[in-house]
Structures are given as C-alpha cells and as structure tokens.
C-alpha cells in the first residue's frame, strides 16, 4: 500500500496557527463509518451524539515545556534541545539543533547554568541522549526555562501555555499534545455525565513518532516510535463492563486509539491493567478490537494519522470528508477543527 494513497491538497491558509478563545466552540464534522455520510456542527453540541451507557475514553498525559534553548559551553554556539522520553533518572533522549554540533562528551548550558547537560549517545535524525544536572527539583526547573513544544507548522508565539494542554491532563511526560482533546471543557465533560456517559482516562506519553513523517513509499516499510502507555485496574474494568452492557467505546484522539488497540490486542478483545511500550501502526486492513468511535482532528497528507483514521472509517471516506473540510475551510491540525466517526 503506497504512501500517496492518503495524499489530499490542504492549503497552508486552513492550518490553524492559534487556539480558539473558546475550546468547545470548534467545528465538528461527524462522519459515518458505515456510509460516508457528512455533517457539519460545533464541538460543544457533540454530547447530542452520546447515550447512557456510552463510554469516552481520554488520554491525561500533560505536555512538558520541553522545548530549551541553550548555548554549547565551548564555543556559546546557540542549541536548541526537545525531551522526548526520560530513559532513567536524570538521563533524557532528546532531539537536538544543530545535531551535528553536539557530539558525545560536548556539554550544554541553559539559563545562565541553572541548568546543564552532557551529551552521552548519538541517534540517527538528530537524537541525542543527554545527562542533565540542576540544583533543586528538575521539572520546576524546566517550568521556568522550557518552552512548549509547538509542532513546526505553528508558526504563531503560543501566549497561554495551558492551552496547549487539555483541562484533564495530569500525567506529565508527553513531548506534544493529544490536540483531539483540546476541544473539552470541564462543563462539557460534567454534560456528558449528566446524561449517562462514563468518562475513562488511559495515558500515552506522545514521543518521536509525532515528530517524524513517513519516509517510505510503501507504508509497511514504515517503522513506528514507540511510545509509553498506561491503563489502570479501575479503566479495564469500566471499559469491560461497558463493553459487556452494549455500550459503545468512543476514543478522543488517535494516542487514546492506538492505547485502546495496544491492550485489546493483547488480551483477545478484553481490556486489563496494563503499561510499557507501543509502536503499533494502524492503517486500512486492520481489524479494530477496541473502539466502536473516535474523535479526532484533522491531519497531515500522508501520515500515519489520517492512515488510522482510514483504517476506521474507509479511505475513500476519510478522503472525500478532508476534501469537503478543505472546500468548507475547516481549521486543520493541533488547534483546528474535530470530526467524530462513529
């Protein structure tokens, strides 16, 4: 399966370069998996989509300020350096600008030393595993020198951190946001369990994959990052007994998805307590075992999200609802618009 199959003209103007006053107050296109049929409605009207006994899945990791800018001690050549994952203790894989100026050995300065680092490891794409040293506690630290990592395609200053952060994210370790889940409000959630609707959280640490695009033609070829994830005993339970009732699994974003299909796979269409590392890839021909809906924002051509996506909704359906966005001049990527598939 060719990588150009999940290919789309988006013009730069739809990519949304800022977050909405009002979260909820997004679009919202719902998508029929079954047939492609298209509507158009606003975030905050997608409780009218839900039943007593539906179940929401969301993923609470919260976003380190992991981007900083430092300088090499040696020469005061400007770095800048990405946390993706913490490998243990003090130690960090990273991303790094100019990677070819910090070799192992070179050491790293941020914030008129308050905070340093040692490169001790080399990866292709720009990795570099760091040992950081600080006095006092190190995400209160990196709470007063990071900066919020920002996909590329953003090019605008983000003026309120949190807003690049959902309102239930607790379990800080994401290197980006899980954006499908910008769009709730606290009032939101509270309508959903008002009318009968269980709210479960997992957590998928968002890492390199994020970050990188296919660079294949063939997407088998393809290879992806893996990621941490968690499930506690109290979500598999929930999520067995509203699977046992009948009623329907809707995830918010394509992490909550990839989680959900981790641990599902793994324990013959049941959910357990689980946690450690995914890379699972999901594209057409994949047979979902987790989830009967999601709620995701509108991707990139050719990545691994919308061939997820499309995984659950068809091709030529997800396709032809990217081409209508595009002609309705929907909001794309992390603060742009949503679109429910169920």
């Known amino acids: 399966m060719k990588v150009d199959l999940f290919d789309f003209d988006l013009p730069e103007e739809l990519i949304a370069q800022v977050p909405l006053v009002n979260r909820s107050d997004s679009r919202l296109m719902i998508l029929n998996k079954q047939t492609g049929e298209i509507k158009h409605e606003i975030f ?20 380190l300020p992991a981007r900083l800018f430092g300088s090499k001690e040696e020469t005061g050549a400007n770095v800048e350096v990405l946390l993706l994952k913490q490998v ?8 790094v600008k100019p990677a ?6 070179t050491k790293i300065t941020f914030g008129d030393g308050r905070l340093t680092a040692i490169c001790v490891g080399t990866s292709d794409h720009g990795g570099r595993t760091l040992d950081f040293g600080y006095d006092g506690i190190f995400y209160e630290v990196l709470d007063t020198l990071g900066e919020m990592p920002l996909p590329p395609y953003i090019k605008e200053q983000l003026e309120d ?14 290197a980006a946001a899980p954006t499908a889940g910008l769009h709730f ?7 959903l369990r008002d009318k009968g609707v269980d709210i479960a959280f997992i957590t998928l640490h968002v890492g390199l994959g994020t970050f990188r695009p296919v660079s294949v033609n063939d997407i088998n070829e393809h290879e992806m990052h893996a ?17 046992d009732q009948g009623g329907r699994i ?21 959910f357990a307590q689980a946690s450690g590392w995914t890379n699972i890839f999901i594209y057409p021909g994949y047979q979902f075992k987790a989830i009967d809906g999601m709620i995701t ?31 309705e001049k929907y909001r794309f990527f992390s603060f742009g618009d949503a679109m429910l598939i169920v």
């Open 44 to 63: 905050k009207d997608i409780t009218d989509h839900f039943q007593a006994g539906d179940c929401l899945v969301l993923n609470d990791t919260k976003v």
């Open 88 to 95: 243990e203790g003090d130690r960090w894989e990273t991303l």
């Open 100 to 105: 070819k100026r910090i070799k192992e050995g």
């Open 161 to 174: 951190r949190d807003r690049y952060q959902t309102v239930f994210a607790r379990e800080r370790g994401s």
């Open 185 to 191: 409000t606290e009032s939101l959630l509270n309508e």
């Open 227 to 243: 990621e941490f994830y968690q499930m506690t005993e109290e979500t598999a339970q929930l999520l067995n007994r509203v699977r």
């Open 250 to 270: 809707i995830s918010v974003g394509t992490t909550s998805t990839r989680t959900l299909e981790t641990i599902a796979s793994a324990h013959d269409g049941k």
């Open 297 to 327: 924002n509108f991707h990139l051509p050719k990545s691994t999200l919308i061939m997820l996506i499309s995984a659950l909704a068809g091709r030529e359906n997800v396709l032809r609802a990217y081409e209508k966005a595009v002609a």
